[in-house]
């Protein structure tokens, strides 16, 4: 995700923009640009990263005792110096840098278009300059006011113009700073630290305006909000993990924030659409024969929940196929879509997988959380995880993003086919809208997925059993224990556990069962009893409503109750959770397993 910086001091802030801009860096970007104000608006901005930008954004000329400035990570329009933050207004005069999405941006630019407005980017941030500049009428913060009325979907916003500074905060974080002689605004602690350690946090819902000498904080509705200041107490290391251990867990934190994202703009719950981020040709889906889905590691699970509910909604023949595999194979068919996922875009097998469906007449389509990734060169039909840049080895907010997005494309391959219905698709995109919550819940009850860890630490080996769409969870969750935790692990379909891996269960070879409820339940719950039977313990993950498990299971994780076909969103936070805790018990090196790299660039 990106990081945005805003100042005012009563002495230049460019230098101190810049500086705040390189303490961002962790997090990722591909371009980077700053604006400050002195009369008129100086703005400065360029693609890549800040050692080499430095001198293309050079200071000299840049004035001004109030300023932002932006470092991006493309959602919108790829990485370019024009789609690089701050926008600005027709008259350039006044700045703004955002974080998040504006969902309606197309219909709000099409009505500034018609108005006179010229636009010189790709992307949604750059209706805000245009609105604000129609709104403005003395008072930036009324304008800004009178603007996030009009915005849906997520944003943290900081404009800067003759006016001043202003900030608003809408499902993506904003942190103002304070001190004697400059106040800020960041979206990241780490930022500001240097300057100041007094920090207020903002609310959705809520702006700030900020003065050299003072900070107003008001809700959107203009009434004055009192918010107490906090003093920051992490070093810049801890600051950078957002106060967490590990980069892992404060990505396995993000992913509510994530899933919002990645599904924000995509569904139309009234009409049951979705749109899954590519055109679907219905002349295309008349001929189409088959889907076949490839990835490796972690997005080969998601390949696997992606053919499963793609054959369920569309009744097509579909196919989850290890890239590594899929080169050297046989290849079905000619009119087949190929669903390439990849969350870094540079898996070489994956890559090759995509050029060899390509070469074989395929329409191929890429999956992947990185704009401009070799992957998103190979093909024009590109869906974007948007899950913000992922530090940690271990996939966790991009797997979920994964499910979420194979998910409604399976939903929009379904509706353009014919065999979905209507109804049934509002039903799943309601169940899809409520996941971010849902998953957030899982989230707050963490306690008990650490103390479950805590007992089974000592296992000599872990089994992860599940049926249908929760086999792909119980996959990745093997996955996570291994990459993590060094403990052998291993996946299987529930089913699959008497034909053999039986043998191998004792009392430190713990089971976690995927028991949430579904068509298949008693099924897996028959796998679990034949576990518990014979002295191995049983860890269930479970609806919160489910009564039954709790009677034959050592023991009950809970997640909410959801359609069981998208459940797999929420079980699977469990499992990395639960990797993520017997991992830190074993002191291992979390975020830099031995022997793995974040992306596999070689055969
Ligand atoms: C996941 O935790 C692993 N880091 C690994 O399995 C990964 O998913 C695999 O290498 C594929 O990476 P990609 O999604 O970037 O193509």
């Not at 960041?186 to 305006?209: C, H, N, Q, W």
């Not at 898996?347 to 191929?364: C, K, P």
């Amino acid at each position: 995700m990106c990081g945005i910086v805003g100042a005012v001091s009563g002495s230049e802030v460019a230098p101190v923009l810049v500086d705040a801009l390189k303490r961002l860096e962790y997090r990722g970007y591909d371009s980077a640009g700053l604006a400050t104000y002195a009369g008129s608006l100086s703005v400065s901005k360029g693609v890549g990263r800040m050692e080499t930008l430095d001198e293309a954004l050079g200071l000299s000329g840049m004035e001004g005792r109030a300023g932002v400035g932006h470092t991006r990570w493309a959602t919108h329009g790829k990485p370019s110096e024009g789609n690089a933050h701050p926008h600005t207004d027709c008259d350039g005069d006044l700045a703004v840098v955002h974080n998040g999405i504006v969902e309606n941006y197309a219909e709000l630019r099409e009505g500034l278009e018609e108005r006179g407005h010229v636009f010189s980017s790709y992307t949604d941030t750059e209706v805000v300059p245009h609105l604000l500049e129609e709104r403005l009428d003395g008072s930036l913060e009324h304008a800004l006011r009178e603007t996030v009325s009009e915005l849906e979907g997520s944003f943290a916003i900081c404009a800067v113009g003759e006016d001043g500074l202003v900030a608003a905060r809408n499902g993506s974080p904003l942190v103002i700073g304070l001190s004697d002689d400059a106040n800020f605004v960041a979206s990241d602690v780490p930022a500001i630290l240097p300057y100041t350690r007094r920090v207020k946090y903002l609310l959705d819902g809520e702006m700030a305006v900020i003065k050299r000498d003072s900070v107003e904080v008001r809700d959107f509705d203009g009434e004055p909000v009192e918010r107490e200041e906090e003093v920051v107490e992490w070093d810049a290391e801890e600051a950078e993990r957002g106060g967490y251990e590990h980069y892992m867990l404060k990505e396995i934190h993000e992913q509510p924030r994530a899933l919002a994202e990645c599904m924000g703009g995509r569904l139309d719950e009234l009409m049951g659409e979705v749109d899954p981020g590519v055109a679907l040709d219905r002349d295309g889906m008349e001929v189409l024969e088959g889907v076949e889905f490839v990835g490796c590691g972690t997005s080969y699970h998601a390949a696997l929940y992606g053919a499963r509910l793609t054959g369920e909604f569309t009744g097509l023949p579909v196919n989850a196929r290890h890239a590594s595999e899929y080169r050297y194979g046989p290849v079905s068919g000619k009119n087949i879509l190929t669903v390439g996922i990849t969350q870094s875009g540079e898996t070489a097998d994956t890559l090759r997988a995509i050029e060899r469906a390509g070469d074989e007449g395929h329409a191929v389509l890429v999956l992947t959380n990185v704009v401009g990734s070799t992957a998103t060169r190979m093909t024009d039909d590109v869906v974007y995880l948007r899950s913000g840049p992922e530090i940690g080895v271990a996939a966790s907010k991009t797997f979920t993003n994964q499910l979420a997005c194979v998910a409604m494309l399976a939903i929009a391959l379904g509706r353009e086919s014919g065999d979905l219905p209507r109804s049934e698709a509002k039903h799943l995109i309601a169940e899809l809208r409520d996941m971010p919550s849902k998953v957030q819940r899982v989230l707050d009850e963490v306690e008990d997925v650490e103390s479950v860890a805590e007992s089974y630490v000592d296992s000599e080996a872990f089994f992860f059993i599940g049926r249908g769409v929760d086999y792909p969870v119980a996959m990745e969750g093997a996955l996570k224990m291994k990459e993590i935790s060094y403990v052998h692990s291993e996946g299987y379909p529930a089913g699959e556990l008497k034909h053999g891996p039986l043998a191998l269960i004792t009392r430190r070879t713990p089971v976690v069962a995927v028991l949430t409820s579904s068509p298949l339940y008693e099924k897996t719950l028959s796998s679990a009893k034949e576990v518990e039977a014979r002295d191995g313990p049983v860890i269930a993950v479970a609806s919160e409503s489910d009564e039954d498990t709790g009677r034959f299971c050592e023991e009950v994780l809970r997640v909410p109750d959801a359609d069981h076909r998208l459940s797999p969103l929420l079980s699977t936070v469990v499992m990395q959770l639960f990797a993520y805790h017997v991992a830190r018990e074993l002191g291992r090196p979390i975020d830099r397993p031995r022997n793995l790299a974040k992306s596999v660039t070689v055969e």
